[in-house]
C-alpha cells in the first residue's frame, strides 16, 4: 500500500520515549518489520520479546540524570520518537511542567548519547485545537492559529523548533485523535469501551442504547487506528518532505456514531437502543456483578470490570458533541497516503477481543 514504510532503511535505529504508551506499541511493530533496532524507554518494562532487535531502557524521564544515565547505554540512535505523556486525569488538563521537563531531559541526554541523531518525531494531538474545550474551528488545519488555552503541545513544539534550530537533525509530529487499537491490558482504549458497554446492554437484557449526548450521536468524527499512526510516523522521521512539519493523521475516514451503531449492535447480536445519555464512570458503580456474569458465561480472561474498560475515558469520548472532521490535506499532498476505513477496522479490533477471549 502506498504510505506504507521505506525500504532499505536497516541501519536505523530508534529511540522510543514512552515505550509503553497506546502510540507505541505499533510503532515498536512497524520499525521492527521495516528492518530497524529499536530502544524503547520508560519506567515500567513491556512485555518481554525475544527479538534481538528490540531493548528496553527502564528510567524515569522526569529525573535528568537517570534519563542521561539509561540513554548512555542506547548505541548508535538516527531517530528518537518522542511518545511519552506525563500522568493525567481524564478530563483534566495536562501538566506543562512535566511534559515539557520529560521532553527536555530526553533531548538533552540525546545530545551527549545520540551523535547520529538525525530526526526528532513528537506525537501531539487534537486536542492542539482545543476540541476537547469547546467545538473547534473544523475541518483543523495545522496552521490553524494556536487557541488561547495553554496546552503542553505548544510549549514542547516550541522547544523542539527552538532545539533543531541549532542541530543537525530535522523534527516532525503528529496530530491524531483517538487513537484505537486491540489493546490487551489498555482499558483506555475507545474498542474495549465499545465492547464492554455492548456486553453489559445484553447482560442487562436492554437494546444497545448510545450513553453519549446526542449532540455526539450526530456528530461528524475521524479517529486514528494506531497502525495507521506508527506507519504515518515511520514516514514522517524518514521523508523529505515532512522535515520540520506537522501534521494532522486520523484514518482520513470520517464517521458518525449513529452510522456505526447498527454495526455494532449486530456484532453482539443487539437491537439498536435510543440515545441515552450517562454519566458512566458513575453509572458503573454497581455494575461488578453484572459483568462477573458476563466473564464467567463467555468464559473471558478478563477480570475486573474497571480493567475491561475505562469508563471516566468513555464519558470523555461520548461527550465529545459538536463536529471534529480533521483536514488531513497536507501529509497526503506530501506523500503519505494511508487509510483506514475506521467503521470496518473497529469491528475487526472486536473480532480479535473476541477470539482472544477478553470481550463477548
Ligand atoms: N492515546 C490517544 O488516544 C492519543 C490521541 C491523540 C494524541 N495522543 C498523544 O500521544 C502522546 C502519547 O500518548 P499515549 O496515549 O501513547 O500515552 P500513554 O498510553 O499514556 O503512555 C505514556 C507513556 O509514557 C511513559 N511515561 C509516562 N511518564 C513517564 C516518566 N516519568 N518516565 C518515563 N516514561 C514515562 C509511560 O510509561 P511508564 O508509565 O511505564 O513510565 C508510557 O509508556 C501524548 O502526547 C498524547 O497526548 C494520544
Known amino acids: 500500500m502506498s504510505g506504507t514504510p521505506h525500504a532499505g532503511l536497516a541501519a536505523k535505529t530508534a529511540l522510543i520515549a514512552g515505550a509503553t504508551g497506546a502510540t507505541a506499541k505499533r510503532l515498536v511493530e512497524v520499525l521492527l518489520d521495516a528492518g530497524w533496532r529499536v530502544v524503547g524507554i520508560s519506567r515500567r518494562a513491556p512485555a518481554a520479546s ?10 524515569d524521564l522526569l529525573d535528568a540524570a537517570g534519563c542521561a544515565r539509561a540513554l548512555a547505554a542506547a548505541d548508535g540512535v538516527t531517530h528518537l520518537f518522542y511518545t511519552a505523556r506525563a500522568a493525567f486525569g481524564e478530563g483534566g488538563v495536562e501538566s506543562i511542567e512535566d511534559n515539557v521537563a520529560m521532553l527536555r531531559n530526553v533531548l538533552d541526554a540525546a545530545d551527549a548519547a545520540a551523535p547520529r541523531l ?15 474545550v469547546r467545538p473547534a474551528r473544523t475541518p483543523t488545519r495545522e496552521d490553524d492559529p494556536r487557541p488561547r488555552q495553554a496546552n503542553f503541545y505548544y510549549d514542547q513544539e516550541d522547544l523542539l523548533r527552538e532545539r533543531q534550530a541549532k542541530r543537525d537533525w530535522s523534527w516532525s509530529a503528529s496530530r491524531p485523535h483517538m487513537v484505537y487499537d486491540f489493546a490487551p491490558g489498555r482499558s483506555r482504549n475507545v474498542v474495549s469501551v465499545i465492547g464492554a458497554w455492548a456486553a ?56 458518525r456514531w449513529r452510522w456505526l451503531w447498527p454495526r455494532i449492535a449486530a456484532h453482539f447480536s443487539l437491537q439498536v437502543g435510543k440515545v441515552r445519555p450517562l454519566r458512566l464512570a458513575q453509572w458503573m458503580h454497581d455494575k461488578e456483578p ?27 469520548l461520548w ?42
Request: hydrophobic residues 40%.
Open 290 to 316: 453484572a459483568w462477573q456474569r458476563i466473564v464467567k458465561r463467555h468464559g473471558l480472561a478478563q477480570d475486573a470490570l474497571r480493567d475491561a474498560a475505562s469508563w471516566p475515558f468513555a464519558d470523555f
Open 118 to 132: 538525525e530526526h526528532v518525531h513528537l506525537v501531539e494531538g487534537q486536542k492542539w485545537y482545543d476540541v476537547h
Open 200 to 255: 453489559l446492554c445484553a447482560e442487562l437484557g436492554t437494546p444497545l442504547d448510545f450513553p453519549g449526548t446526542p449532540g455526539c450521536f450526530s456528530a461528524l468524527m475521524e479517529f486514528t487506528d494506531a497502525t495507521q499512526l506508527a506507519r504515518a510516523m515511520l514516514w514522517m522521521a524518514t521523508s523529505e518532505q515532512a522535515k520540520n512539519q506537522a501534521y494532522n493523521l486520523t484514518d482520513s475516514c470520517q464517521f
Open 50 to 59: 525475544n527479538n534481538p532487535r528490540l531493548k528496553h531502557l527502564r528510567a
Open 319 to 360: 461527550g465529545l458533541d459538536s463536529d471534529l472532521p480533521t483536514d488531513t490535506t497536507r501529509i497526503r499532498r506530501h506523500g503519505f497516503h494511508g487509510v483506514v476505513d475506521t467503521t470496518e477496522q473497529i469491528l475487526a479490533h472486536l473480532r480479535r477481543y473476541r477470539e482472544a477471549r477478553l470481550l463477548p
